[in-house]
C-alpha cells in the first residue's frame, strides 16, 4: 500500500524483503494512486497488482473485473513485451533495476549502505560490479577537495615561487 510517498511491501518472496519500505518519486506515487483509486476495498496487504480480467466489449475504455486483491496479477509479461514495443524500445524488466542502482552510485552523496538498502537484497559483490560507477564520484570528491584547498590556500600557494619549494635529494 502506498501512504506518504513509500510503498511498504506487505508480502515478499523472501522473510527480508515482507515488510520492507520503498521510497517512491512522486511520479510513481502519482502514477499509482490512479491505479490503486480503481481498487477501492484495497487493503495494506493487498496486491498493489493484483489479478483481474479486462474487457474491451463495445469499443468502450477497458474494464476491469473479476479482481482479487489476495493473489497477484499473472501474465504481466506479454503487458511489459507490448508496451515496450509501442514505445519502439527493447531491453529487459532487469535492465530497470541495473538504471536504477547505477544512477544511485553515480551520486557521491548516496552511501553504499543506502545503495543496497533501496536495492534490496544486492550484496557488497554485486555492488562491486558498478564500482566503476563509485570510482568517478570518487575523482569527483578529490577534486573538490582540491577546489576547497585552493579556496583556502590560494593566496598562499600563489605567493610561492618555485625557487621556494625546496629541492628533492637524489
Known amino acids: 500500500m ?9 508480502k515478499s518472496k523472501t522473510a527480508a524483503g515482507t515488510g520492507r519500505v520503498v521510497p517512491l518519486t512522486q511520479r510513481a506515487c502519482g502514477a499509482l ?10 487493503a495494506p496487504e493487498s496486491y498493489v497488482f493484483p489479478r483481474h480480467k479486462i474487457t474491451l466489449a463495445g469499443g468502450k475504455k477497458p474494464h476491469l473485473y473479476d479482481i482479487a486483491l489476495d493473489k ?14 509501442d514505445a519502439g524500445m527493447t531491453l529487459r524488466w532487469h535492465d530497470l533495476r541495473h538504471t536504477f542502482v547505477t544512477r544511485l552510485c553515480e ?13 534490496g537484497h544486492v550484496s557488497q559483490q554485486m555492488l562491486q560490479r558498478y564500482s566503476h560507477v563509485r570510482n568517478q564520484a570518487k575523482l569527483d570528491a578529490i ?17 610561492q615561487s618555485p625557487e621556494d ?3 628533492l635529494p637524489n
Do not use: C, D, Y
Not at 2 to 10: E, F
Not at 107 to 119: C, D, F, G, K, M
Open 72 to 85: 497477484p496479477m499473472v501474465g504481466w509479461k506479454r503487458a511489459w513485451r507490448s508496451a515496450l514495443k
Open 33 to 42: 494512486t490512479l491505479w490503486l483509486a480503481r481498487f477501492p476495498n484495497a
Open 2 to 10: 502506498i501512504a506518504s510517498g513509500h510503498l511498504v511491501v506487505s
Open 165 to 167: 619549494v625546496p629541492a
Open 143 to 159: 577534486a573538490e577537495l582540491e577546489r576547497t584547498l585552493e579556496g583556502e590556500e590560494g593566496v598562499q600557494k600563489r605567493a
Open 107 to 119: 551520486s557521491p552523496r548516496v552511501s553504499e549502505q543506502t545503495i543496497r538498502s533501496l536495492a
